[in-house]
C-alpha cells in the first residue's frame, strides 16, 4: 500500500499548520517525520487519518484520493493511528481497549484470538494487564497498549505518533524493536519522532518538516550524518 | 465517613452478588422486583404513601414517568455523553401528536403511540443531524433552545390551541379487563411500567452490543473512536433518536391520561429535572438512574405536607447527596481490575444499528 500526500494545506482557523506538504511513503517502508516541537508533525498524521480536514491538497491511498473521505471508512481500508498521547479508553480494559480496534473487522470473531496472540506476543505485558483498566496503565504500557490496538485492525499503513514519548531509555529501545518486527511483517510504517537518532537508525527514509513545510528529505542513514539534521536534532554528542 | 462511604457503595456490593448469582437466582430476583413494582399501587404503607396527594397518582405522575424519561434520556447523557437540556421538547411531541389525532381523527391510542413516536423520533435526527458535530456546551445550548421552541411554537399557534392548549383528549381503549378512566391511574401505571421494562430491556441488550460499544468509546474519546472505525455521526444520533423515542413514549401516555395538555407543561424544567435525575442517580448506570429518578419524583410529594418550604428541603437534600456521592448514588462501575471470569466478551453482531 503506497501513501502519498500531495501538496497538501491544514488551518487551525486562519493559521496555516501545513503549508504545501508533499510526501511519500512506499509499500514495505518505514519513513520518519522528524521536526522540532509546533512543526506540524501530529497535524499531518491527524490529516492523514481523517481527524483534521484538508484546506487543499491530495491523499493517496494507493492510488485512490482519500482526502475527503470520513476517518472511519479510512480506518476500514487499512489506515491505522496510535495517536499522540496514547488516546486510550482509560474506562475499558486492556482486552476491552484491544476489542475496539477490531471494531470494524467484518470477520472479527474468527480473527480475534489469533490477533489477540499476536499483540499478546509482541507486549507480554498486555496479557497480564488484560483484565486491568486502560487508565491504570503506567505511561509505557499505554504506549504499548496504543500501538497493540493500532495493530488489532490488521493495518496496511500504521500512523505512529511519539511512540517513544516518555519511556524510560530501556523500553524506547523495546519500542523500536517492535516498531520494526511489525514493519518485517509487511505493515507500512509513518513514524512521527521527537528521538531523531532512533528514528533515523530504524526508517528507511525521512523528511524534515519545519513550520509546516518539508526542509529534507532523503535517506534515513544519510540524514543520520548531515551536519544541520545533527546539530538541529541530534544534539552534538549523538552519534 | 469512610465507613459511611462503604456502606452507601452499594452499587459494587450489588453487582457484585448480581455478578455471582447463577442464573435461577438472577431470574427469580427479576421476577420479584418485577411483581413488586406491578404490586405498587396496593401498598398502603404510611412510610411510602404520599399525604396530600393521591399515591396512585403520584406513582404514575411524576415517578413512573420520569424514571421512563430518564432511563431514555441517560442513553443520550450517559451512555454516548451528549448534554441535552432539550429533551422535554420529545415528550412534548409525543404529548402533542396523541393529544391532536386523538381530538381531531378516529385514530385510538394504540394508533396513535407508533405515529408519537415516530414523530418525536423524526425530530431527533432532524435536531441531532446537523448540531451533534457541536461539542459539549454549544450541543448544550442548542438542545435547550430547540426545548423552548417547541414550547413556544405551540403557544403561538392557534391551530393547536395555543397557550391553553388541547383539551377532551381521548383515553385508550380498554385492554383484557384494565378500564382507562381518568378516575382510576392504575391502568396507565401498569401501562407504563411495561412500557419501561420493556424499554430496560432493550437498552440493556443494545449496551452489552455494538451499539454500547460504540457510544462507550465515543462518550470517552470521539477522536479515538473515529480512528477505531466507528461512524460517530451515526452512533450519536441514534443514541439522540433512541432517546427521543423513549420520551416520544412518555408523551404519548401522559398525554392520553391527563386528557388535556397546555404548552407550558413542556417547560425548561423538565429537562432540567429530568437530567437531575439522571445525574443525581449515577451518569450510566440505568439502575442508579432508575433509583434516581424515583427519588427526585417522589420526595417532593412525600414531604408535601411541609407546602412552600418543600422545594427548599428537597434542593437542601440534593446538595447535601451530591457532595456525600458526587458520582451519584449508584455510579456507573469504576473499572480498575477485572476478575477474569467476570468478563463475558458479548461479541455479536446483534442489535447492530444499520
Ligand atoms: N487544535 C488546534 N488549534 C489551533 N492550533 C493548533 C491546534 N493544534 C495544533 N495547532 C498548531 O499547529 C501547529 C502544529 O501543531 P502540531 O501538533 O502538528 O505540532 P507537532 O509537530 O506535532 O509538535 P509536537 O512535537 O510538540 O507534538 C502548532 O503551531 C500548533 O500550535
Ligand atoms: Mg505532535
Known amino acids: ?239 | 465517613m469512610a465507613n459511611l462511604k462503604s456502606s452507601l457503595n452499594l452499587r459494587d456490593k450489588g453487582a457484585e452478588y448480581w455478578e455471582r448469582s447463577p442464573k435461577w437466582r438472577r431470574v427469580a430476583l427479576a421476577i420479584f422486583f418485577i411483581a413488586i413494582c406491578y404490586a405498587l399501587p396496593f401498598l398502603n404503607n404510611p412510610l411510602v404513601n404520599t399525604p396530600g396527594s393521591d399515591f396512585q397518582s403520584v406513582l404514575f405522575y411524576p415517578v413512573g414517568m420520569y424514571v421512563l424519561m430518564a432511563i431514555g434520556l441517560n442513553i443520550v447523557v450517559g451512555k454516548s455523553g451528549l448534554l441535552d437540556l432539550g429533551y422535554v421538547a420529545f415528550f412534548a411531541i409525543g404529548a402533542y401528536t396523541m393529544a391532536i389525532l386523538g381530538t381531531k381523527t378516529s385514530l385510538n391510542f394504540w394508533e396513535i403511540l407508533p405515529i408519537g413516536v415516530g414523530l418525536a423520533m423524526l425530530s431527533g435526527v432532524l435536531l441531532g443531524t446537523p448540531t451533534l458535530r457541536l461539542r459539549g456546551d454549544y450541543l448544550a445550548i442548542v438542545t435547550l433552545g430547540f426545548g423552548e421552541i417547541v414550547r413556544i411554537f405551540a403557544v403561538n399557534t392557534d391551530a393547536i390551541g395555543g397557550s391553553r392548549g388541547i383539551a377532551g383528549i381521548p383515553t385508550p381503549p380498554d385492554v383484557f379487563n384494565a378500564k382507562f378512566t381518568i378516575l382510576d391511574p392504575k391502568p396507565y401505571y401498569w401501562m407504563l411500567l411495561t412500557f419501561t421494562l420493556l424499554i430496560i430491556w432493550m437498552v440493556r441488550r443494545m449496551a452489552a452490543r455494538r451499539p454500547g460499544r460504540a457510544w462507550d468509546a465515543i462518550r470517552q474519546d470521539d477522536d479515538v473512536a473515529q480512528l477505531m472505525g466507528i461512524n460517530t455521526r451515526k452512533y450519536k444520533v441514534w443514541a439522540f433518536v433512541l432517546g427521543a423515542a423513549v420520551a416520544g413514549v412518555g408523551g404519548v401516555v401522559y398525554a392520553s391520561q391527563i386528557l388535556s395538555i397546555v404548552p407550558d407543561q413542556f417547560n425548561l424544567n423538565i429537562s432540567i429535572l429530568i437530567l437531575a435525575c439522571v445525574v443525581f442517580g449515577g451518569i450510566g448506570n440505568v439502575w442508579g438512574v432508575i433509583l434516581g429518578a424515583v427519588l427526585l419524583a417522589f420526595t417532593p410529594e412525600r414531604i408535601r405536607f411541609l407546602s412552600q418550604p418543600r422545594i427548599l428541603v428537597f434542593g437542601i437534600a440534593l446538595v447535601v447527596m451530591m457532595n456525600l456521592r458526587p458520582d451519584g448514588i449508584l455510579p456507573k462501575k469504576k473499572r480498575e481490575h477485572f476478575d477474569p471470569d467476570w468478563h463475558t466478551v458479548e461479541e455479536s453482531g446483534e442489535g447492530e444499528i444499520k
Not at chain 1, 519545519?210 to 548531515?226: F, I, Q, R, T, W
Open chain 1, 1 to 239: 500500500m503506497r501513501l502519498e500526500i500531495k501538496d497538501l494545506h491544514v488551518h487551525y482557523g486562519k493559521i496555516e499548520a501545513i503549508k504545501g506538504v508533499s510526501i511519500v511513503v512506499n509499500e514495505g517502508e518505514i519513513v520518519t517525520l522528524i521536526g522540532a516541537n509546533g512543526a506540524g508533525k501530529t497535524t499531518m498524521l491527524k490529516t492523514i487519518s481523517g481527524l483534521r480536514p484538508v484546506t487543499s491538497g491530495q491523499i493517496l491511498f494507493n492510488g485512490e484520493d482519500i482526502s475527503k473521505m470520513p476517518a472511519f471508512k479510512r480506518a476500514d481500508l487499512g489506515l491505522s493511528q496510535a495517536p499522540e498521547g496514547r488516546g486510550i479508553f482509560v474506562g475499558m480494559t486492556v482486552l476491552e481497549n484491544l476489542e475496539m480496534g477490531k471494531y470494524n473487522r467484518k470477520d472479527r470473531k474468527k480473527e480475534m484470538a489469533e490477533d489477540l496472540e499476536k499483540v499478546y506476543h509482541l507486549f507480554p505485558r498486555l496479557k497480564e494487564r488484560a483484565f486491568q483498566a486502560g487508565g491504570t496503565l503506567s505511561g509505557g504500557e499505554q504506549q504499548m497498549l496504543a500501538i497493540g490496538r493500532a495493530l488489532m485492525s490488521r493495518p496496511k499503513v500504521l500512523l505512529l505518533d511519539e511512540p517513544s514519548m516518555g519511556l524510560a531509555p530501556l523500553m524506547i529501545q523495546n519500542i523500536f524493536n517492535i516498531i520494526t518486527e511489525i514493519n518485517k511483517t509487511g505493515v507500512t510504517i509513518l513514524l512521527v519522532e521527537q528521538n531523531a537518532q532512533q528514528a533515523l537508525q530504524r526508517a528507511h527514509r525521512a523528511y524534515v518538516l519545519e513550520v509546516g513545510n518539508v526542509v529534507k528529505e532523503a535517506k534515513a542513514s544519510d540524514l543520520l550524518n548531515d551536519p544541520a539534521v545533527r546539530a538541529a536534532y541530534l544534539g552534538t554528542g549523538a552519534h
